[in-house]
T-cell receptor
Framework: ELKVEQNPLFLSMQEGKNYTIYCNYS?????LYWYRQDPGKSLESLFV???NGAVKQEGRLMASLDTKARLSTLHITAAVHDLSATYFC???????????WGAGTKLIIKP | DTAVSQTPKYLVTQMGNDKSIKCEQN?????MYWYKQDSKKFLKIMFS???????INETVPNRFSPKSPDKAHLNLHINSLELGDSAVYFC?????????????FGPGTRLTVL
């Protein structure tokens, strides 16, 4: 059974600092997604990672995928308050294309 | 030009009532999903339809019944509502066979059962 673990589940940090959120998954998969959710809002797709070594960047966020280690990272560079949100990773279950979701990382960035 | 829409946005009702939530997508996607997000933000897949055919039917009470009249619509009917049904319900859609299979989410329906 495919399981997805994120850590940390909660992160409070100061503006201007760098930090990384980790997403581990238990069995092979060929697709990994990162989503953002603002409080009271819907989920917004950030990145889709398809292959080993894939790296994608958008502004201060950079996501990478290591399929051999079954690990994806979401790196935040010089955090700003607007990045405060809950970040989810999700992995495709090859058997039925279902997305298996991590528990989410609540990120609070203090001015 | 809303991509995935849900109605209603908020739903407050008494225990034992029956209610429905509607979802429509105008993205031309062939697959639609219902998720439940609890108070701890955990996302749980409930159902998925591909071209009007049920492909994912997770372990949920049979009080929950999805219905897909066509590829663009997926409704969720809930009978005999219970306190534990209170949550945010999200509809999503995607193109299943596409390499990315990125899911696009609706705004959510916040259900409160009193």
């Amino acid at each position: 059974e495919l399981k997805v673990e994120q850590n940390p589940l909660f992160l409070s940090m100061q503006e201007g600092k760098n930090y990384t959120i980790y997403c581990n998954y238990s069995t092979t998969s060929d697709r990994l997604y990162w989503y953002r959710q603002d409080p009271g809002k819907s989920l917004e797709s950030l990145f889709v990672l398809l292959s080993n070594g894939a790296v994608k960047q958008e502004g201060r966020l950079m996501a990478s995928l290591d399929t051999k280690a079954r690990l994806s990272t979401l790196h935040i560079t010089a955090a700003v308050h607007d990045l405060s949100a809950t970040y989810f990773c999700a992995v495709v279950a090859d058997s039925n294309y279902q997305l298996i979701w991590g528990a989410g990382t609540k990120l609070i960035i203090k001015p | 030009d809303t991509a995935v829409s849900q109605t209603p946005k908020y739903l407050v009702t008494q225990m034992g009532n029956d209610k429905s939530i509607k979802c429509e997508q105008n993205l031309g996607h062939d697959t639609m999903y219902w998720y439940k997000q609890d108070s701890k933000k955990f996302l749980k897949i409930m159902f998925s339809y591909n071209n009007k055919e049920l492909i994912i039917n997770e372990t949920v009470p049979n009080r929950f019944s999805p219905k897909s009249p066509d590829k663009a619509h997926l409704n969720l009917h809930i009978n005999s509502l219970e306190l534990g049904d209170s949550a945010v319900y999200f509809c999503a859609s995607s193109v299943l066979a596409k390499l990315y299979n990125e899911q696009f989410f609706g705004p959510g329906t916040r259900l409160t059962v009193l």
